[in-house]
Nanobody, 121 residues
Framework: QVQLVESGGGLVQAGGSLRLSCAAS????????MGWFRQAPGKEREFVAA????????YYKASMKGRFTISRDNAKNTVYLQMNSLKPEDTAVYYCAASPHDGYPHAIDYWGQGTQVTVSS
């Protein structure tokens, strides 16, 4: 089992920044690709970004590349999502996820409980 706990969400004005954190416990953190997904009200959950085991390979939804940066610290069992130039349409619950495969997270084994991000105009 892997437990994922997100933090760092909140209310921010458009153009502002937030950094989300996801602390993992349980199995070997470095053996999981870590990702962020989000779900806005009335919409399906969508992929945001992911980072492979070593932290070198990163994947982004095209519309977020350049504004969002994912990183991980395997010594701290933590993955981060730095979000800059936030827009009202970025408002959603953001979920941390763990995939056992090194690469794009096609299959998710574990989810966090989510953290709310609200961007005001």
């Amino acid at each position: 089992q892997v437990q994922l706990v997100e933090s760092g969400g909140g209310l921010v004005q458009a153009g502002g920044s937030l950094r989300l954190s996801c602390a993992a416990s349980g199995r070997t953190f470095s053996n999981y690709t870590m990702g962020w997904f989000r779900q806005a009200p009335g919409k399906e959950r969508e992929f945001v970004a992911a980072v492979g085991w070593s932290g070198l390979n990163k994947y982004y939804k095209a519309s977020m590349k350049g504004r969002f940066t994912i990183s991980r610290d395997n010594a701290k069992n933590t993955v981060y999502l730095q979000m800059n130039s936030l827009k009202p349409e970025d408002t959603a619950v953001y979920y941390c996820a763990a995939s056992p495969h090194d690469g794009y997270p096609h299959a998710i084994d574990y989810w966090g409980q989510g953290t709310q991000v609200t961007v005001s105009s």
